[in-house]
């Protein structure tokens, strides 16, 4: 079974920064697309950023272009989400989510159907 646990996140002043993780447990780490989420309440969940198996490509929302990096280290099993210059608007739960069925030559996932299993989600809030 996979399990995903994310950490990190908080209380921060806008244009500062938080770093998330993703810590996985079970099957290979190094053949899922990862991808990072948010739900802000009510809203739609939205992709934030996504990373192939190799982490050769990635693709962020327009929203946090410049201001967001996603990255992996497949020896931790973990992904990562760093975040700077944060915005009341990135107030959300961010959530990790798993692609198990990505291959070598998956592009990167932006649906959340595209994912099978994801964590709890971490807040984020962000004061002005």
């Known amino acids: 079974q996979v399990q995903l646990v994310e950490s990190g996140g908080g209380l921060v002043q806008a244009g500062g920064s938080l770093r998330l993780s993703c810590s996985v447990s079970?099957?290979?780490?190094?053949?899922?697309?990862m991808g990072w989420f948010r739900q802000a309440p009510g809203k739609d969940r939205e992709i934030v950023a996504a990373i192939t198996r190799s982490g050769r490509d990635t693709h962020y929302a327009d929203s946090v272009k410049g201001r967001f990096t996603i990255s992996r280290d497949n020896a931790a099993k973990t992904v990562y989400l760093q975040m700077n210059s944060l915005r009341p608007e990135d107030t959300a739960v961010y959530l990790c989510?798993?692609?198990?069925?990505?291959?070598?030559?998956?592009?990167?996932?932006?649906?959340?159907?595209?994912?099978?299993?994801w964590g709890q989600g971490t807040q984020v809030t962000v004061s002005s």
């Open positions: 079970g099957g290979t780490f190094n053949r899922y697309g």
């Open positions: 989510a798993a692609d198990v069925r990505a291959i070598l030559t998956s592009p990167v996932k932006i649906r959340d159907d595209g994912y099978q299993y």
